[in-house]
């Protein structure tokens, strides 16, 4: 099993560009979500998804899209970038529940950087 | 609501020594407990986790914790500290029930001196 994968690894963008990070797991795991994360700040949630087709946003949604058309692939959209979303973009998947604590998986992470 | 919080952004301690990186949470009905840990440019992965049962978790590495109910603490210990385990490391709560959403800690930086 290749896990968690994300593409590409590091992007530059100028304000106002937008781009479309890309997320992909083989695990068949329902609950997808996308984190960034900022020094002292440790993870934070900006979108999730329970399953195809249904999305929710986290704590920081604003500025970005997803949506969940496959169980394998949960996109993040920037829709126009900002210097304040220069962060580091990890990408999770893990089952829904289970009486065992659920345990999400990492990507690798998208260092992105938007002047 | 729940809540995670770390004390110490930063922690250095010398090869050897005793590693206890501190954490304390918040939540109205009981809570699965985790740490996760991320090396330099890598994602984060599972240490070890508290669900139910037994109380000291052993998780990777030599690493293990105790979920304290009476104090809201579940702290990260490792007897003897290694080069290798320079790493943040982020502390981890979700509820039992739902859809078990997490909510992270802000993170401690370990450094080890050798």
């Known amino acids: 099993n290749a896990g968690v994968t994300q593409t590409p690894k590091f992007q530059v963008l100028k304000t106002g560009q937008s781009m479309t990070l890309q997320c992909a797991q083989d695990?068949?795991?329902?609950?997808m979500s996308w984190y960034r994360q900022d020094p002292g700040m440790g993870l934070r949630l900006i979108h999730y998804s329970v399953g195809a087709g249904i999305t929710d946003q986290g704590e920081v949604p604003n500025g970005y899209n997803v949506s969940r058309s496959t169980t394998e692939d949960f996109p993040l959209r920037l829709l126009s970038a900002a210097p304040s979303q220069t962060s580091v973009y990890f990408c999770?998947?893990?089952?829904?529940?289970?009486?065992?604590?659920?345990?999400?998986?990492f990507g690798p992470g998208t260092r992105l950087t938007v002047l | 609501a729940q809540s995670v919080t770390q004390l110490g952004s930063h922690v250095s301690v010398s090869e050897g020594a005793l590693v206890l990186l501190r954490c304390n949470y918040s939540?109205?009905?009981?809570?699965?407990l985790f740490w996760y840990v991320q090396y330099p440019n890598q994602g984060l992965q599972l240490l070890l986790k508290?669900?139910?049962?037994?109380?000291l978790v052993k998780g990777i590495n030599g690493f293990e914790a105790e979920f304290k109910k009476s104090e809201t603490s579940f702290h990260l210990t490792k007897p003897s500290a290694h080069m290798s385990d320079a790493a943040e490391y982020f502390c981890a709560v979700s509820d039992q029930g739902g859809y078990q959403k997490v909510t992270f800690g802000t993170g401690t930086k370990l450094q080890v001196i050798p």
């Open positions: 939540s109205s009905v009981p809570p699965y």
């Open positions: 999770a998947s893990r089952t829904t529940e289970g009486v065992f604590g659920v345990t999400q998986y």
């Open positions: 695990m068949n795991h329902e609950y």
């Open positions: 508290y669900t139910t049962g037994a109380t």
